[in-house]
């Protein structure tokens, strides 16, 4: 877990015997991978990586509370900077596992949803480090076809707005991600596809979450920072951590003002 970092492994325990500000709301039988220990927000933001929950938590939340480490899925809830509830649950890698705790999370009652986490870049110009709103999603995997998905699945129009007022002075880029199965794709004409597609970034669990959105009748949606250059033609990169954790704030923190 690459975004724990030394500071964050320095401050694990004292995050996770913190007092729980809220009580639990698990139902027996209602879940099964999310476990809780503490309350869960209606409002929820969604990193894929167990560490980033943990340090987007200690950035972001007031007094983080463990609210689930079943599973090595990593969850808090706190007080975000306006004073209400806020959780972070990490989703894991791909849509299989998004789709499992997205659901959960759903039946234990998250009702605003918004995935953190990190995207290629495919359209030229994007940096390493930026942020992009996803307004829709190329349904490329299989987990949101499984749903029902068609080509493509769109976010939470008033959500995605509301993530690009929030950028403040600071600017992210709106436009259609891939979401694919394959971190390592062996075909290495699959960027062009994606951009031909009309996609600017490729992750791997926002077509899901776009899906379950619309299927349970909650807000969703999606902000990524560019970790990697995958543009056909450009020279491949890859973000250093310490740019990483820096975006990792800089987008939780915008998503926490989307959701005020």
Known sequence: MG???????????????????????????????????????ERVLLPGDPGRALFIAQRVLDAPRMFNHHRGLWGYTGAAPDGLPLSVQSTGM???SAAIVVEELIRLGARRLVRVGTAGALAH??????????RE????DGASRALGA??????????????????????????????????YDPDPQAGQRWRDGGAIAVEMESAVLFRLGALRGVQTASVLAVSNV????????????????????????LAARALS
């Open 3 to 41: 975004t724990l970092g030394l500071r964050g492994r320095a401050r694990m325990r004292e995050t996770h015997r913190a007092a729980a500000p809220y009580p639990r709301r698990r139902v027996a039988g209602q879940t099964v991978h999310i476990r809780p220990t503490a309350g869960l927000a």
């Open 150 to 183: 068609g080509g493509r699945v769109a976010a939470d129009t008033a959500l995605s707005d509301a993530l690009l007022d929030a950028t403040g002075p600071a600017t992210a880029r709106a436009g259609a991600v891939a979401s694919v199965d394959l971190f």
């Open 125 to 134: 110009g994007l940096e390493l480090g930026e942020l992009v709103v996803a």
């Open 94 to 96: 791909g849509g299989p």
């Open 230 to 253: 995958v543009a056909p033609g450009a020279a491949p990169q890859r973000i250093a951590e310490e740019d990483l954790e820096s975006a990792a704030e800089r987008m939780s923190s």
């Open 137 to 140: 999603a190329l349904a490329l």
